[in-house]
Each structure stands twice: as structure tokens, then as C-alpha cells.
């Protein structure tokens, strides 16, 4: 469901002769009121390309601000992030609540819309964790690599087109802390066969628009 704050429109658009669409799948950053760092944000996106590298899928990445409201693209989502995306270098305590959304993505009557949402600070207390001694030291890199694994997993649904999940690998339907902080982690090999097939099927142009009341 979307919430008032921020409203996702993804039209089908052909350009005018002569024109081309960003080849792709374009990432656009919403950062605005959050606190990110640039450590994270570059990590994120190494992991993000690292994991879909293997679908075939060429991504780029753009912040909201920078956009023109005439672009098209061949594929966009949408990311949203909420919280303070930024890793403490002490340990602090755990507050255990149990399971906790850590993203998720927006549908409306059912569809699944390609506008994702990050709750950073839900994740930073879940990768606690799995983090001890020197790794609150690289605290905020621990925090990109989980950023850009919870966000593969929500593009799974998006460019699949599917709420469903996989048996194991980035799309299973719960990452452990220990998961999203480990030296690697993938697709398995049917789902990343099916983001792959998606990837190779052409796509219409896509024009973003986007209203802030």
C-alpha cells in the first residue's frame, strides 16, 4: 500500500524519434530524511551489482534529485530509506523483539509495484547480532552488504513479479543476521535462471513521476 508521503507512478511511454532509454535496471535513492553514509551507499551498491551480475542485469544507480522529470528509463525502482542508516562503532544493547520487517515493497489491489522501502534502523539492530569484536569497526560496510541483500530480495519480487520465495539463497523468505553480514550470498540457480529470462525480455520504456504533497 502507498503512503501518503510518497507516490510511485510507472507509466508505459514510447519516446519521441531519436530518443533512448537508459539500458537496464536503474536503482533511483531516495534518501531524503535519512542519514546514510557514503560507506554504506558504496557498499550496497558493489553487493547489488555483485548479486545480480549473475541475472544478466546491468544496474545503475541514481539519487531522486538528480532525475529530470522528462527521463525515461528501460526498467526503474524505486528505494526508500527511513531511519538512521549509519552502524554505532560500540556495541550496543540488543533489544530482542522477535521477527521485524527489515524492507519491504509497496503493492496496491494485489500488484506488486516497483517502489521499495528500507527500515534501517530495524536492520542495524538485526545484524547486531551476528557482530562482534573488529566488526563494529567496519560497522557501516557490514551495513551497505545488508542494505544491498535485503534489497536484492525485494527486487526478486519486483522484477519477477512475484510474492512468492525461494527455497534458499537471497530470495528464501527470511535472512538471517549471520546472512546478511557473510563474505557471500546469492541467488540460487533457479531464481537467478528466472531474473536472467526476465532480464532478456524487452521491456517498455518506463517514465517515472513522482508527487510529494
Not at 532525475?67 to 526508500?80: G, T
Not at 539492530?125 to 542494505?147: C, H, P, Q, V, Y
Amino acid at each position: 500500500m502507498l503512503r501518503s508521503l510518497l507516490f510511485l507512478a510507472m507509466s508505459a511511454a514510447l519516446w519521441a524519434e531519436g530518443s533512448k532509454p537508459t539500458p537496464g535496471l536503474t536503482v533511483v535513492l531516495d534518501v531524503k530524511g535519512a542519514s546514510i553514509s557514503n560507506q554504506t551507499l558504496t557498499e550496497m551498491r558493489v553487493e547489488i551489482r555483485n548479486i545480480l551480475k549473475e541475472t544478466g542485469l546491468q544496474v545503475d544507480f541514481k539519487f531522486r534529485t538528480e532525475l529530470l522529470p522528462e527521463e525515461s528509463f528501460e526498467d526503474l525502482i524505486l528505494v526508500q530509506f527511513k531511519g538512521r542508516c549509519e552502524m554505532d562503532q560500540q556495541p550496543v544493547l540488543f533489544d530482542e523483539r522477535g521477527p521485524m520487517a527489515l524492507a519491504y515493497t509497496h503493492t496496491i489491489d494485489g500488484g506488486i509495484l516497483p517502489f521499495s522501502t528500507v527500515l534501517c534502523d530495524q536492520l542495524k539492530t538485526s545484524i547486531r547480532a551476528a557482530m562482534w569484536g573488529e566488526d563494529f569497526k567496519r560497522g557501516n560496510l557490514l551495513l551497505g552488504r545488508a542494505i544491498g541483500r535485503v534489497l536484492s530480495h525485494e527486487f526478486f519480487h519486483i522484477l519477477a513479479n512475484t510474492s512468492g520465495h525461494g527455497k534458499n539463497g537471497i530470495a528464501r523468505r527470511s535472512l538471517s543476521a549471520a546472512q546478511l553480514i557473510a563474505d557471500h550470498l546469492n541467488f540460487n540457480k533457479f531464481d537467478a535462471n528466472l531474473l536472467r529470462m526476465r532480464a532478456r525480455q524487452p521491456q517498455p520504456d518506463a517514465t517515472l513521476q513522482m508527487y510529494l504533497p
